[in-house]
């Protein structure tokens, strides 16, 4: 005679032997050295790993989990230095630099990597994965993203290097990273029931101390003879970052070399013309600090400021007719 002997299967979700675990670990989240003024975005991604280990499916009867499989859910809390998920914020002393960290490279506000309780990001990082042997258990490894972004704009504009130096600014995630974890087989439980662990990284960026020029041409127009000063301006344009000490010089020119004595000069000819310029109307002579001309200086806000260049070209012999140029370059000191 022939018996059968009953076999129960366990089906449905369960806690899991004792001995399954799962661990997770996350490189640090470095944006690296950044200018504060800087017109693009600036993204970085940081790399991380889950590790499930599924222990021996011993005594086999009762139960055999069919299939067996984990949730994992990675939590992400505010970190330190921040108040909000939306926009959270890097420091250093009471400085700060706004941020976020992400869960996929759209950088939406819905893709903030968060967890259950953070205010505007409660969505964790989540995903399962399959026990590798049904019977003698085994360890699983499964790698993960997150996306790290600093927006351009006036929130960065507004950040400070200190004493004109990088300055790092940053967030520890320790205590506020958290895995957390449950095993099944048919049917994939929430991610709060089951297992945790903690996991630790660091945000951070280095704010470097920056400058940019631009200047539009002077044009003194259509002259026929010098016998009095003739004036006309131009702008220099400047964005330094915010609280930051600056200066600029203007050089001799091209055809004088002379910071003291700048000259136009009609192309093809020995023929030139004497001008002057200054940070003010008929100030001082605008140069670089030697032979008694002065520099000048300024305070960076973030944003571009705006300056007067004046000219003179004083009374002097009329020179033969053409057209009569210069080029001086402008350099930004910070």
Known sequence: MRRRLPLALLLCCGAGH???TCSATLSDVSFGPLSPITASDVTITASGSVSCTWGLLSPLPPYILLFPKVVVCLNAGLGSNSLTANPRTLGNGANRMEYN?????????????GGPGVSGATTPISFSMTAPNLVTGGTLAQPFTVYGKI????????????????????????GAATLTYAFYNLVQPACTPGGSASFSFTAQATAVNDCTISATAMNFGTQSILSGAVRSTSTLSVRCVNDNAYQIAL???SVAANVAGRQMKRAGSSDKVAYRLSAALDGA??????????????????AAQVLTVYGMVPAQAAPRPGDYQDTVTATVYF
């Open 151 to 174: 927006a351009a704009g006036t929130a960065l504009a507004a950040v400070k290097t200190v004493a004109n130096a990088d300055t790092v600014y940053t967030s520890s995630f320790s």
């Open 101 to 113: 960290l992400y869960r996929d490279a759209s950088y939406a506000a819905a893709s903030i990597w």
């Open 251 to 253: 050089n001799g020119g």
């Open 18 to 20: 004792a001995a399954d």
């Open 285 to 302: 002579l605008w140069g670089d600090g030697t032979a008694a001309t002065t520099l000048y200086s300024g305070t960076g806000n973030g």
